[in-house]
């Protein structure tokens, strides 16, 4: 299975701050058809996770242009500039170009 | 609007079993590839399996493997997950979403395995 390491753990955060996540994958997530299945998920307490960014840099619908996702082949990043309240929770990078589809630990996002 | 709606989740003693279903709308649900996946409480997301949209293709996660069928009705637009043999492990709150981005996931259905 390929195995996703996300870093940090935690991440304290000042309103307004920007931040980034790291997540590497143990091999390449370039599938056969050329692209790359990487995904940024939040999930804020008491809810479902939803998506942020798919594909490694593509804004799902709805999503602040805050959120940026970057990388290639085994080293992926999300950045979030002007951090607002409603941005915390845990964050987690899922591949979904090897079966079995595989998540990160998380990040949780908190305030200072 | 895309909704997913889990259901048949709750209290069971170890070694027995349970099915969930997951009622989907507002989309094409015989186009897409469907997963189940669990959160343990307090923990990370685990994927536990997956179906194409025409059932031809299923995947298992290990630790459910042998265990779990995961299995759809496009004609009534849900998507079930036949849990057995059951274990305190397998308590957690189980979502379905729609493959291959996960774009849209249900409100989750409780499982609680204790005796």
New interface residues.
Partial sequence: DVLMTQTPVSLPVSLGGQVSISCRSSQSLVHSDGNTYLHWYLQKPGQSPQLLIYRVSNRFSGVPDRFSGSGSGTDFTLKISRVEPEDLGVYYCLQSTHFPDTFGAGTKLELK | EVQLVESGGGLVQPGRSLKLSCVASGFTFSNYGM?WIRQAPGK????VA?ISSGSSYI?Y?ETVKGRFTISRDNAKNTLYLQMTSLRSEDTALY?CAR??????????VMVTVSS
């Fill in positions: 997963n990370g997301l685990e994927w997956y995947y996660a979502y493959w291959r981005y996960f774009d849209y996931w249900g409100q989750g």
